[in-house]
């Protein structure tokens, strides 16, 4: 339903050009969610607002191909693009306080909502729907609270709000950013399950992109990882946590504290993310990468499948390189030093 | 970026080096970049710098001419056979003034006089109003609900009707506070605007303050066990500096135009001394007549306020760019 | 893990701090309404170890890390450190104690002066407490971002041009200038990349080793906590509800909302997260200015009974653990008994525990 091809996204800034996202590809089905996995300019939220159109401007370049239920997202029309969020692309923003008007009840944005794209139904009609939306997504005693304003709710509240909102014209595609970050985690186990509810109820397919490998273990069908614009490694989710191929997934997966790693030494990545002007013609993740050859800061890996499996994907040169030397490698011990400075 | 045979690991240094030397530059360095780059805020830095040379370069200015601030030039040469002030001439650039004297070395005079109180006023406005601010923001509660009372005070207190009657006074009576004379002058000018000009500073100043007191910095230095004159000297001051500049550098204008109001009635700088309110105060009359005597002063004044207006826009900006869209 | 001994480096007793809440209407005769950010937390740290601190946001657990060093005022009873009582010293009193204990805080773009160079930030404590010269500060100094990770060479840079766990190091750096014996961390790593993450816990980690220190980890997420703490106090609306030693904790949690918590916490093991009967809390958090009567967690709690919302339960061991395990519940959970929707509360509706 949504199919994006080599997707690259570039800002031109006084300091240089900044790629935020490289040669991105992925599709999304019915009824099924693809997360996507990165940490601070990964590149992961940029992506997403491109394919909706949320980053024009006179600095953005942009190309590749983004289709929406077979139309081009990339070439429509800011009016075109506008009719379909909100209608047919869902939206859930991480701070749900600053995606609703503070000085409008909520009831009174969601039926502004609906009003705006269809212009038939009535306020009466458009305000019973409210009150159903948020019933929907286990808002208690929705037909009081329906004339709140967002102040009046706690975070997790608004989050649903936001859920409702975003499911409210019964879209195909929701796009969910972040959703659960500023939440408890409590509240966050909360909202996935609203999120996968209205999956299971509306057959939505989902894009949720997040931080936290472990809401993707419990929500994700497919997973990307990407790491400095680049999408590092593709798969199916039980593919990626039990059978990962890219140093970087092991690398995150390893310095993620579990209840059983007990007060063992977290084995780290090290180093820091790069800077996406100095980008050099390598692998982005050469620098910090403990199985790293020489040809990896030369030449970037094409992200090609994985020997044994078609649908996993991994960008890098490992299984491609049986006559380096093991001296060729560079120790873990040599790279940690090295890394963990500043 | 990579230079054929190099090895990986120099290509590597090479890289990391560039991705450095983007940053290394400090906040201060990164405004005046910025700054540089605003063409109005260069012209008018420029225009004022020329202005300061011209106050400056003054007695030059008197000399290139021969004719002195205060001189009268007798008619024929400074007036009309009718006592009528003569037109802008190889021999008087400007022209003359209802006292046969050269404009145009009158305008540079009267730049030093408006410069001077403009940036003492200033000056005066920003320590005060600086110190009250940042008592006031920082300590809270009854220092604040003091300090905020008196800076109302000062705010409701009509600058006009006080500043002329104050001057009035003085002009007739001087008042001796000790070894200090008030009479009228550059001093009570200055002082004047001073004290009215220190509450918005200080009101601004602690409104900053409010907000930076929430910040962990703050708190952190408060756990390192830090007192509180240290900390609003070292942590909240230079948060605070550059909403302190850039109001310092509108405030010079208003001074000016402050100053220049006093003069134009009568209760500023007593003539002889050249200044462009006296000036035009003195050129209303004869403005039919005359026009390059209301003229000049006018368009000196005009041009020093806009330029400092249009410096402290630049200064603002660059100091806290909100973005309206990528350069590339 | 050093040797843990004799009197407790920090203790606080029934510590109460009530915040007023702005704006609110003083009715005659009835008191004026107050958040109850704690509301009787009592807590012991002994030397050498650390304490794990657990909530969710309105625990009261970054408030307690403020009173425990006396940035905040306690509206109520005592702090005591190193044998010493600190309630209400005054400021001046306090300022040579500043040097023993020291704090971390969470965001590392809040928390460094942006004005600042960073050898001026990193060298404030030793030009506060000391009176070293500055050729004598910057070689401290210089040493001391040698050990945190940092390059001395960047002694006169700004806090801007270094990335976020940079200055979360610059901030460990800080806190390490005077040799302190305490070291409270409030969510240091919480705003981090995961990989970044590691780092700064290692580097914690690292450090106690050398230098014997004593810490308070606050944090919201229960697997750092677990990864650092050797005793964990789990927090809800200012009470403290369970408290253990780590491995007891999370192996055999008593309190529902220990249990919850944990429940909750997201795993990167999807096997894992299959199969497990996540439990879904109902509802949301009471308000701190109106807690609710009782048991506090009791208003979402599965196994609420008509018992606890009368009287909140005392802190104390059940089912014959050792003194060093102990809940506030009346009706905890035994060993290997998970916490389910079997007692549902029919006000509130059925338990949300479904999976898809």
């Given at each position: 339903m949504?199919?994006?091809?080599?997707l690259?996204?570039s800002?031109?800034?006084?300091?240089g050009?900044?790629?935020?996202?490289r040669?991105?590809?992925?599709s999304?089905?019915?009824?099924r969610?693809l997360?996507i996995v990165?940490?601070?300019?990964?590149?992961?939220?940029?992506?997403?607002?491109?394919?909706?159109g949320?980053t024009?401007?006179?600095s953005?370049?942009?190309s590749?191909e983004?289709?929406?239920?077979?139309?081009?997202?990339l070439?429509?029309?800011?009016a075109q693009?506008?009719?379909i969020r909100g209608a047919?692309?869902?939206?859930?923003?991480?701070d749900?306080?600053?995606?609703?008007?503070?000085?409008?009840?909520v009831?009174?944005q969601?039926?502004e909502?609906?009003r705006e794209?269809?212009k038939t139904i009535?306020?009466r009609e458009?305000?019973?729907?409210?009150?159903?939306?948020?019933?929907?997504?286990?808002?208690p005693?929705p037909?009081?609270?329906?004339?709140d304003?967002?102040h009046?709710f706690?975070?997790?509240?608004?989050?649903?709000?936001?859920?409702?909102?975003?499911?409210?014209?019964?879209?195909?595609?929701?796009?969910?950013?972040e959703?659960t970050t500023a939440?408890?985690?409590t509240v966050?186990?909360q909202?996935?399950?609203?999120?996968?509810?209205?999956?299971?109820?509306?057959?939505?397919a989902?894009?949720l992109i997040?931080?936290?490998?472990?809401?993707?273990?419990?929500?994700?069908?497919?997973?990307i990882?990407m790491?400095?614009?680049s999408?590092?490694?593709?798969a199916?989710?039980r593919?990626?946590?039990?059978?990962?191929?890219?140093?970087?997934?092991?690398?995150?997966?390893?310095?993620?504290?579990?209840?059983e790693?007990?007060?063992?030494?977290?084995?780290?990545?090290?180093g820091?993310?790069p800077?996406l002007i100095?980008?050099?013609?390598?692998?982005?993740?050469a620098?910090?990468c403990?199985?790293?050859?020489?040809?990896?800061?030369?030449?970037?890996?094409?992200?090609?499948?994985?020997?044994?499996?078609?649908?996993?994907?991994?960008?890098c040169w490992?299984?491609?390189l049986?006559?380096?030397?093991?001296?060729?490698?560079v120790?873990?011990?040599?790279?940690?030093?090295?890394g963990?400075?500043? | 970026?990579?230079?054929?045979?190099?090895?990986a690991e120099?290509?590597w240094?090479?890289?990391?080096?560039?991705?450095?030397?983007?940053?290394?530059?400090?906040?201060?360095?990164?405004?005046?970049?910025r700054?540089?780059?605003?063409?109005?805020?260069?012209i008018?830095?420029?225009?004022?710098?020329?202005?300061?040379l011209?106050?400056?370069?003054?007695?030059?200015?008197?000399?290139?001419?021969?004719?002195g601030?205060?001189?009268?030039?007798?008619?024929p040469?400074?007036?009309?056979?009718?006592?009528?002030?003569?037109?802008?001439?190889?021999h008087?650039?400007?022209?003359t003034?209802?006292?046969?004297?050269?404009?145009?070395?009158?305008?540079?005079y009267?730049?030093?006089v408006?410069?001077?109180?403009?940036?003492?006023a200033?000056?005066?406005?920003?320590?005060?109003?600086?110190?009250?601010?940042l008592?006031?923001g920082?300590?809270?509660?009854?220092?604040?609900?003091v300090?905020a009372?008196v800076i109302?005070?000062?705010?409701?207190?009509?600058?006009l009707?006080?500043?002329i009657s104050?001057?009035?006074?003085?002009?007739?009576?001087?008042?001796?506070?000790?070894?200090?004379?008030?009479?009228?002058?550059?001093?009570?000018?200055?002082?004047?605007?001073?004290?009215?000009s220190?509450?918005?500073?200080a009101?601004?100043?602690?409104?900053?303050?409010?907000a930076i007191r929430e910040?962990?910095?703050?708190e952190?230095a408060?756990?390192?066990?830090?007192?509180?004159w240290?900390?609003?000297?070292?942590?909240?001051?230079?948060?605070?500096?550059?909403?302190?500049?850039?109001y310092?550098?509108?405030l010079?204008?208003?001074?000016?135009?402050?100053?220049a109001s006093?003069?134009y009635?009568?209760v500023?700088?007593p003539?002889?001394?050249?200044?462009?309110?006296?000036?035009?105060?003195?050129?209303?009359?004869?403005?039919?007549?005359?026009?390059w005597?209301l003229?000049?002063?006018?368009?000196?004044?005009i041009?020093?306020?806009?330029?400092?207006?249009?410096?402290?826009?630049?200064?603002?900006d660059?100091?806290?760019?909100?973005?309206?869209?990528?350069?590339? | 893990?050093?040797?843990?001994?004799g009197?407790?480096?920090?203790?606080?007793?029934?510590?109460?701090k009530?915040f007023?809440?702005?704006g609110?209407?003083r009715r005659?005769?009835?008191?004026?309404e107050?958040?109850h950010?704690?509301?009787?937390?009592?807590?012991e740290?002994?030397?050498?170890e650390?304490l794990?601190?657990?909530?969710?946001?309105?625990?009261?657990?970054?408030?307690l890390?403020r009173?425990?060093?006396r940035?905040?005022?306690?509206?109520?009873?005592?702090?005591?450190?190193?044998?010493?009582?600190?309630?209400?010293?005054?400021?001046r009193?306090?300022?040579?104690?500043?040097r023993?204990?020291?704090?971390?805080f969470?965001?590392?773009?809040?928390?460094l002066?942006?004005r600042?160079?960073v050898g001026?930030?990193?060298?404030?404590?030793?030009?506060?407490h000391?009176?070293?010269?500055?050729?004598?500060?910057?070689?401290q100094v210089q040493?001391?971002m040698?050990?945190?990770?940092?390059?001395?060479?960047?002694y006169?840079r700004?806090?801007?041009?270094?990335?976020?766990?940079q200055?979360?190091?610059?901030?460990?750096?800080?806190?390490?200038?005077?040799?302190?014996?305490l070291i409270?961390?409030d969510e240091?790593?919480?705003?981090?990349?995961v990989?970044?993450?590691a780092?700064?816990?290692?580097?914690?980690?690292d450090?106690r080793?050398?230098?014997d220190?004593t810490?308070?980890?606050?944090?919201?997420?229960?697997?750092?906590?677990?990864?650092?703490?050797?005793?964990?106090a789990?927090?809800y609306?200012?009470?403290?509800?369970?408290?253990?030693?780590?491995?007891?904790?999370?192996?055999?949690?008593?309190?529902?909302?220990?249990?919850?918590?944990?429940?909750?916490?997201?795993?990167?093991d999807p096997?894992?997260?299959?199969?497990?009967?996540?439990?879904?809390?109902?509802?949301d958090?009471?308000?701190p200015?109106?807690?609710?009567?009782?048991?506090?967690?009791?208003?979402?709690c599965?196994?609420?009974r008509p018992?606890?919302?009368?009287?909140?339960p005392?802190?104390?061991?059940?089912?014959?653990?050792?003194?060093s395990?102990?809940?506030?519940c009346?009706?905890?959970?035994a060993?290997?008994?998970?916490?389910?929707?079997?007692e549902?509360n029919?006000?509130?509706?059925?338990?949300?525990?479904?999976?898809?």
């Amino acid at each position: 339903m949504l199919e994006v091809n080599r997707l690259s996204v570039s800002f031109g800034t006084p300091d240089g050009l900044v790629r935020a996202v490289r040669d991105l590809s992925f599709s999304v089905e019915r009824g099924r969610t693809l997360g996507i996995v990165g940490e601070s300019g990964s590149g992961k939220s940029v992506s997403v607002q491109t394919i909706v159109g949320l980053t024009r401007g006179a600095s953005v370049q942009v190309s590749g191909e983004a289709l929406f239920e077979g139309s081009s997202l990339l070439t429509m029309t800011s009016a075109q693009l506008r009719s379909i969020r909100g209608a047919r692309i869902g939206m859930v923003f991480q701070d749900p306080l600053s995606s609703l008007h503070p000085f409008y009840r909520v009831g009174w944005q969601v039926v502004e909502l609906l009003r705006e794209h269809d212009k038939t139904i009535s306020k009466r009609e458009a305000r019973g729907r409210a009150i159903e939306l948020l019933g929907l997504v286990g808002i208690p005693e929705p037909a009081r609270r329906v004339d709140d304003y967002p102040h009046q709710f706690s975070g997790g509240m608004r989050q649903r709000v936001m859920i409702a909102m975003a499911m409210a014209l019964n879209p195909s595609l929701l796009i969910a950013d972040e959703p659960t970050t500023a939440l408890d985690v409590t509240v966050q186990a909360q909202i996935l399950g609203v999120i996968r509810r209205m999956q299971k109820e509306f057959g939505t397919a989902i894009i949720l992109i997040t931080h936290d490998l472990g809401v993707i273990a419990e929500v994700a069908d497919e997973v990307i990882v990407m790491y400095a614009g680049s999408v590092m490694e593709q798969a199916e989710r039980r593919e990626l946590f039990y059978a990962h191929h890219h140093p970087y997934t092991v690398g995150l997966l390893k310095s993620v504290p579990t209840f059983e790693s007990g007060r063992r030494r977290l084995s780290s990545i090290p180093g820091q993310p790069p800077s996406l002007i100095s980008l050099g013609a390598g692998c982005p993740f050469a620098a910090r990468c403990t199985q790293r050859v020489a040809r990896c800061r030369i030449e970037r890996p094409p992200l090609a499948p994985i020997p044994g499996s078609s649908m996993h994907l991994s960008a890098c040169w490992l299984d491609d390189l049986p006559d380096e030397a093991e001296s060729d490698r560079v120790s873990p011990a040599i790279v940690a030093k090295e890394g963990d400075r500043g | 970026m990579l230079k054929g045979p190099r090895s990986a690991e120099d290509a590597w240094e090479e890289e990391t080096e560039q991705a450095a030397a983007i940053q290394g530059r400090s906040p201060w360095q990164l405004a005046f970049a910025r700054l540089r780059h605003d063409r109005a805020a260069m012209i008018a830095l420029g225009v004022v710098v020329a202005i300061a040379l011209v106050a400056v370069l003054a007695p030059v200015i008197a000399a290139l001419t021969g004719h002195g601030p205060d001189v009268q030039y007798l008619p024929p040469i400074g007036t009309t056979i009718d006592g009528l002030p003569k037109a802008p001439s190889a021999h008087f650039l400007f022209g003359t003034d209802d006292l046969g004297r050269d404009v145009l070395v009158r305008v540079a005079y009267g730049a030093q006089v408006s410069l001077l109180v403009g940036v003492l006023a200033t000056l005066l406005a920003v320590v005060i109003g600086a110190l009250v601010g940042l008592a006031a923001g920082y300590f809270g509660r009854v220092v604040d609900t003091v300090l905020a009372r008196v800076i109302d005070v000062m705010l409701s207190i009509p600058f006009l009707l006080f500043a002329i009657s104050l001057a009035s006074v003085v002009s007739v009576t001087p008042i001796h506070i000790g070894p200090i004379v008030l009479q009228q002058g550059l001093g009570i000018v200055v002082i004047v605007i001073g004290t009215f000009s220190w509450a918005t500073v200080a009101r601004i100043v602690r409104g900053q303050v409010l907000a930076i007191r929430e910040k962990e910095y703050i708190e952190a230095a408060r756990s390192l066990g830090a007192g509180s004159w240290r900390i609003i000297v070292i942590d909240v001051l230079p948060n605070v500096l550059a909403p302190i500049i850039v109001y310092a550098t509108l405030l010079i204008p208003l001074s000016i135009v402050a100053e220049a109001s006093l003069s134009y009635l009568g209760v500023g700088i007593p003539p002889p001394t050249a200044d462009w309110g006296s000036m035009i105060s003195e050129a209303q009359p004869y403005y039919q007549e005359a026009w390059w005597f209301l003229v000049f002063p006018c368009l000196a004044l005009i041009i020093t306020t806009l330029a400092f207006n249009v410096l402290g826009d630049g200064i603002r900006d660059a100091f806290d760019p909100r973005a309206t869209g990528t350069r590339a | 893990m050093s040797s843990v001994s004799g009197e407790p480096l920090v203790r606080v007793a029934s510590l109460v701090k009530h915040f007023p809440v702005r704006g609110a209407r003083r009715r005659r005769g009835s008191e004026r309404e107050v958040v109850h950010a704690l509301d009787g937390v009592s807590l012991e740290v002994w030397r050498g170890e650390t304490l794990g601190i657990v909530g969710e946001s309105g625990s009261g657990k970054s408030t307690l890390a403020r009173c425990m060093t006396r940035l905040q005022e306690v509206t109520a009873g005592h702090v005591f450190f190193d044998g010493q009582e600190i309630t209400s010293l005054s400021q001046r009193r306090l300022r040579p104690l500043r040097r023993e204990m020291q704090m971390i805080f969470q965001d590392p773009f809040g928390a460094l002066n942006p004005r600042r160079r960073v050898g001026s930030i990193i060298g404030d404590p030793l030009a506060i407490h000391t009176k070293d010269s500055g050729a004598a500060r910057k070689r401290q100094v210089q040493e001391l971002m040698e050990l945190v990770g940092l390059n001395p060479e960047h002694y006169n840079r700004f806090p801007a041009e270094f990335s976020g766990g940079q200055r979360q190091r610059i901030g460990v750096a800080r806190a390490l200038a005077l040799h302190p014996k305490l070291i409270v961390c409030d969510e240091p790593v919480s705003a981090l990349d995961v990989s970044i993450q590691a780092q700064i816990l290692n580097l914690l980690v690292d450090l106690r080793e050398e230098f014997d220190l004593t810490y308070v980890f606050i944090a919201h997420d229960l697997s750092v906590v677990r990864h650092v703490s050797d005793r964990v106090a789990v927090m809800y609306l200012g009470e403290v509800v369970e408290q253990a030693p780590a491995d007891d904790l999370y192996r055999a949690p008593r309190h529902p909302y220990s249990s919850a918590l944990l429940s909750a916490a997201p795993v990167p093991d999807p096997d894992f997260a299959d199969s497990r009967k996540q439990i879904v809390l109902v509802g949301d958090l009471p308000s701190p200015i109106h807690p609710p009567a009782g048991c506090r967690f009791s208003s979402r709690c599965p196994r609420q009974r008509p018992r606890c919302t009368v009287v909140a339960p005392m802190l104390e061991p059940c089912f014959g653990d050792p003194a060093s395990h102990q809940s506030a519940c009346y009706y905890p959970l035994a060993d290997g008994e998970t916490l389910s929707g079997g007692e549902a509360n029919a006000h509130l509706g059925p338990i949300d525990t479904e999976k898809p």
